[in-house]
């Protein structure tokens, strides 16, 4: 059962326009969610990310939102352009007190391709 | 460079041959996560160490698995009797957590194994 999923495997996009990358997720103890982005034969990079007490974290060209009623959060980055192409992958982390292993759960990723 | 390094990048081996992987964290972070990815699937949660002592382990560690870390730096992933199904891309993460706050987990670039 897939606690964090990402139902668009692919998305195009023109360069200079946004790019709307979702996901949704059905663990209502998630607490933190974060978004990586990640090339060929690299390692995941570490985007942004917004704990459930907002519904909206900004940085640069990238805005995630949090809809907690709906377990949905967006991913929207503008302009977008060539070198945003990528995988992005959103994961989520349930809080647990004292020791707890924020082990993240990771969804399935977007391949995101940014047209010049 | 001051990021998660993994070593070697690649490895190809045959079936029931043992291999190690090697993790070196960002310096100062207390935590080591453990993470397998394969085709088309988001990274899944292995292990994951605070200082040297190992927290959690994800039922997807058999006991052909073992991590350590000793005095709570680097860590070795080993896989005993490898199997075909084992081939993946094996990603090591670390980050710094005080208290109860949210920690950013970074990436290393990964170790490609393929089993033969």
């Known amino acids: 059962d897939q606690q964090v999923k990402q139902n668009s495997p692919s998305l195009s996009v023109q360069e200079g326009r946004i790019s709307i990358l979702n996901c949704d997720y059905t663990?209502?103890?998630?607490?933190?969610f974060l978004w990586y982005k990640k090339y060929p034969a690299e390692g995941p990079t570490f985007l942004i990310s917004?704990?459930?007490?907002?519904d909206k974290n900004e940085d640069g060209r990238f805005t995630v939102f949090l809809n907690k009623s709906a377990k949905h959060l967006s991913l929207h980055i503008v302009p977008s352009q060539p070198g945003d192409s990528a995988v992005y992958f959103c994961a989520a982390r349930v809080a647990y007190s004292g020791a707890g292993s924020y082990q993240l759960t990771f969804g399935k990723g977007t391949k995101l391709s940014v047209i010049p | 460079d001051t990021g998660v390094s993994q070593n070697p990048r690649h490895k190809i081996t045959k079936r029931g041959q043992n291999v190690t992987f090697r993790c070196d964290p960002i310096?100062?972070?207390?935590?080591l996560y453990w993470y397998r990815q394969t085709l088309g699937q988001g990274p899944e949660f292995l292990t994951y160490f605070q200082n040297e002592a190992q927290l959690e382990k994800s039922r997807l560690l058999s006991d052909r698995f073992s991590a350590e870390r000793p005095k709570g730096s680097f860590s070795t992933l080993e896989i005993q009797r490898t199997e075909q199904g084992d081939s993946a891309m094996y990603l090591c993460a670390s980050s710094f957590i005080s208290g109860g706050g949210a920690d950013t987990q970074y990436f290393g670039p990964g170790t490609r194994l393929t089993v033969l």
């Open positions: 310096s100062e972070h207390n935590r």
């Open positions: 917004i704990s459930s007490i907002k």
């Open positions: 663990n209502s103890m998630f607490d933190y």
